[in-house]
């Protein structure tokens, strides 16, 4: 069995995505396969789980019942500061799970969902509206991805994060506290919400000039490297997790440029060099790095065993890159 057969012997949302970006299938089956994202397997599961307030868990970032010592700010590295992670099944990371499945969003399914997210759902921070954003630019970079892909006014949102951005081009979480260094992890998920802002609305001058001074930021030190020194920043980018929540790691980094769909610039040559190494005898990747704390339900077998979602991931980037190169 070949890596694409091993992704399309699987449920609807990995399956879909393999026969759009790797096995050139029409866009009628495409689209076919995708609307059954919210019907069967893990979409339509996580679909259910959706309280009757009209949010997961009973929160938007942390679940009503977690612990209040747990702590929602993010280091100056972009990391949080509970080390034992955090639970990932409230409102905002079951939304981007739905997303990162692919889920046809405007099913009848996902737009009941998401209609009683926005009318129910407030933030822990200030108790604002779920899709009006909070304070801190990592989540609001989630938010504005999430109102893009589900079809909510974010431009509120947006206009925020583009005044937050910091000298060196990125942004971070910190910045409120004195942080003048932006944050690998803040700067990835303000740039797939700009980016997909970009694609549902067209976005503004000023919005794409911002996206792109954030991939300057990124390219500029590889995507993993210090520019003063050349260090790999933190050893953990270089292992590849999946769902990323708000983490940053390499594969993470190639997954938004290729979907941002320029050429490749040649400062990601060392990334990609990295993504083939990683690359198993059977054409597999492994799941690596898993990010700790409460889930709804695994994905997949653990860490060291063979991923179908990195594999999907890596492919389609690497797909990218060699279009390019050819």
């Not at 889920?103 to 997210?117: G, H, K, N, T």
């Not at 990592?138 to 991805?145: D, E, K, L, R, S």
């Not at 589900?150 to 942004?171: I, S």
């Amino acid at each position: 069995m070949t890596a694409l057969d091993w992704m399309l012997d699987s449920e609807p949302s990995i399956r879909w995505q393999a026969l759009r970006d790797l096995a050139d299938a029409s866009a009628e089956v495409v689209a076919a396969e995708r609307a059954r994202v919210a019907t069967e397997g893990w979409g339509a599961r996580l679909l259910a789980l959706q309280g009757d307030d009209g949010q997961w868990e009973g929160g938007a970032y942390f679940p009503a019942r977690s612990d209040d010592s747990v702590d929602n700010d993010l280091s100056d590295d972009g990391d949080h500061s509970d080390d034992e992670g955090q639970p990932w099944t409230a409102t905002a990371y079951s939304l981007l799970l739905l997303r990162d499945l692919g889920v046809e969003p405007r099913s009848d399914q996902v737009c009941r969902a998401v209609a009683l997210v926005k009318d129910h759902c407030r933030w822990e921070e200030g108790g604002q509206p779920f899709f009006t954003g909070e304070v801190e630019p990592c989540i609001n970079g989630m938010t504005v991805a999430l109102g893009a892909y589900f079809d909510q006014d974010v431009d509120g949102v947006v206009a925020r994060l583009l005044g937050e951005q910091l000298e060196d081009g990125g942004w971070n979480c910190w910045a409120e506290h004195g942080s003048v260094r932006s944050s690998f992890a803040t700067t990835i998920n303000v740039l797939e919400g700009l980016l997909a802002r970009e694609r549902a609305s067209g976005g503004s001058a000023e919005s794409i000039a911002a996206r792109r001074r954030g991939e300057e930021y990124l390219l500029e030190r590889k995507l993993f490297r210090r520019k003063s020194t050349g260090e790999v920043v933190d050893p953990a980018w270089l292992q590849f997790s999946f769902p990323t929540r708000w983490h940053y790691d390499v594969l993470r980094a190639l997954e938004y440029f290729r979907a941002a769909g320029d050429p490749p610039d040649q400062r990601v040559d060392e990334a990609i060099h990295l993504l083939r190494s990683q690359q198993q005898p059977d054409g597999t990747w492994l799941l690596e790095n898993t990010h700790p704390g409460d889930v709804h339900f695994t994905l997949e077998d653990g860490d060291g065993r063979p991923s179908r979602w990195n594999t999907l991931r890596a492919l389609r980037v690497l797909s990218w890159y060699g279009q390019s190169a050819g």
